[in-house]
Structure formats: C-alpha cells, structure tokens
C-alpha cells in the first residue's frame, strides 16, 4: 500500500494557530492531500485557508455556514479526499516534516491500526491525556472525579506502547479501516468521539497504540477556549453518549440513571472553576 496520507483538520476560531499548522503540514513528507472543514468560523480562519490553498493545490477547503460537530466534519474531510491513509489533526497542532510518514511506515507494517504520538506544549511539557484508558463508569459512580480521569502514564520501555484510546488531536488510520467502521460517529458534537472511534477499532480486532518516540507540538485547547461552558457540556454529554452506547445494555435501569447523576454532577462541579477563570480573563 502506498504510503500517500491525506490531512484532514477540522477548524473552529482557529485563525491564531492554523497558519503555523497548514504551513508545517504542507512541508511533511507523504502529505499528498490537505482539507480543512471549517464549522463557521468568524475568525480569520477563512482567509488562512485560502491563502494556502492558493499556494498549494493539495490543499481544499469545506466551509459549513453552521457547527455540525467535530465528527460529522471530519468525516466531511474524509469524503473529499482519496488518499490510502488518514491523518486527523488540530489546528492547534505542528507537525516535523517527517513525523507523519514514519507514523505511516509503522501503521503500515502493523496492518489495521489506530496510531498517534507524543504530544508536548510550547514550553516541551508533555500531555499526560494522550494515552487514555476506557470510562470507568463503576469508579465514577464510587468518586465522580476520579472515575472521569483517563490519563495512562508513559512507558519509556516502549517505542509503541499499545493503549485502549488516544486523543483525538492526532491519530492517524488506514482508510479501509475507517470506511469498515463507517467513520466517526456524528452522534456526539465535541468529546468523546476520540474514544468511540478506539474502542470501535479495537473491536474491529486493530491495534490502538501511540509512538513514544515521535513528537508534535500542540498548542491546546484553542477553539475551546472562547465557549468553555458550550465545551464542558458537550464533554459531558458526549460521555453519556458513550455510555448509553457501550455499556448501558448490559445495566439495568438503576445503574444508568446512577451513571446519568454522576456525570452531570462532575459537569456541575466545574462550573465554580469556570467562573473563576472567567473573571481572570
């Protein structure tokens, strides 16, 4: 199989970190194909993309005039692109030139797999949310915080450490994977879509795994940070999704309405901590 990758981002109020995005990728190795899918940005996230677009015939441009989601657009990116492999990645997000094709050769010779990388901020600080184990809805029912936290610590003793989930700010998959499992699902609009579509390709029988060994820069939570009240209820309800999904027909009734209080009362609690924020800014 050809190692030709399509990029595939999906932008909302990104206009401060895609400039510095598209310009990395249009410099990586094996990057044959680049959509952007803007969800209505009022930014200068579309002047951005055309720009570069003029630039580079690689890259192409869908605009919503609304906000279908984050699934539901990258599946959108999908669509209008041909490439054997896919690379979902944030505008936030700055890539070397030669990460994505030795990610590639390593997906390559695993077959079925769902593979992402190390992820470090500005400053070199790592993301400890990169590797993520499944909702634990029996812990979240016992301590509400605790059960919400998904975090799995590295393992320097591993180049490919195989994990239950990854983070959705880049995950790259072979497109016969992704049309067997029917893409993202559009179900969920922000959250938890990242680990439906891991758990799905393990069911699928692929391997779920992150390179120790590779690096990207991520400058996060962009986008999040101008509607933090819209993200935290969406983190929340596409949780709830996820569980009505996976775990709820094999709970009774009981349990569930349990899971439902539990998860909107961790939604509750961050509400102080957002306030706070609010009023630094």
């Given amino acids: 199989m050809s190692h030709a990758i399509a990029a595939i981002i999906v932008s909302y109020q990104s206009g401060s970190t895609l400039d510095a995005c598209l310009t990395r990728l249009r410099a990586a190795h094996d990057v044959v194909e680049i959509r952007v899918v803007d969800n209505g940005s009022t930014d200068a996230t579309l002047d951005i993309v055309q720009r570069h677009a003029t630039a580079d015939a690689r890259v192409r441009f869908i605009a919503n005039p609304d906000n279908p989601g984050f699934a539901a657009a990258n ?5 209008d692109c041909e490439a054997p492999w896919l690379a979902f990645i944030n505008p936030d997000l700055l890539v070397a030139p030669d990460t994505l094709s030795l990610l590639c050769a390593r997906a390559a010779a695993l077959g079925d797999c769902l593979l992402g990388v190390e992820q470090v901020d500005e400053d070199g600080r790592r993301d400890d949310a990169v590797r993520r184990r499944d909702p634990d809805f ?4 016992r301590h509400p915080g605790r059960g919400a936290r998904l975090a799995i610590p590295a393992d320097p003793a591993q180049t490919l450490q195989v994990v239950p989930a990854l983070s959705g700010a880049l995950l790259l998959m072979p497109r016969a994977l992704f049309d067997r499992l029917g893409g993202w699902d559009a179900g969920y609009r922000l959250h938890a879509e990242d680990l439906d579509l891991c758990r799905r390709a393990r069911d699928a029988g692929a391997v779920v795994a992150i ?6 820069i991520h400058v996060r939570g962009v986008s999040s940070r101008s509607r933090p009240f819209f993200v935290e209820w ?5 949780l709830w999704r996820y569980f009505r999904k996976f775990e709820a027909p094999r709970r009774n009734l009981l349990v569930q309405g349990a899971v439902w209080a539990a998860i909107w009362a961790h939604a509750a609690a961050q509400v102080p901590r957002l306030l706070r924020a609010r009023r630094r800014t």
Avoid: P
């Fill in 138 to 141: 029996a812990a979240m029912l």
């Fill in 234 to 238: 969406h983190k929340h309800r596409g």
């Fill in 211 to 216: 390179a120790n060994d590779l690096q990207v």
């Fill in 75 to 79: 599946n959108q990116g999908v669509a």
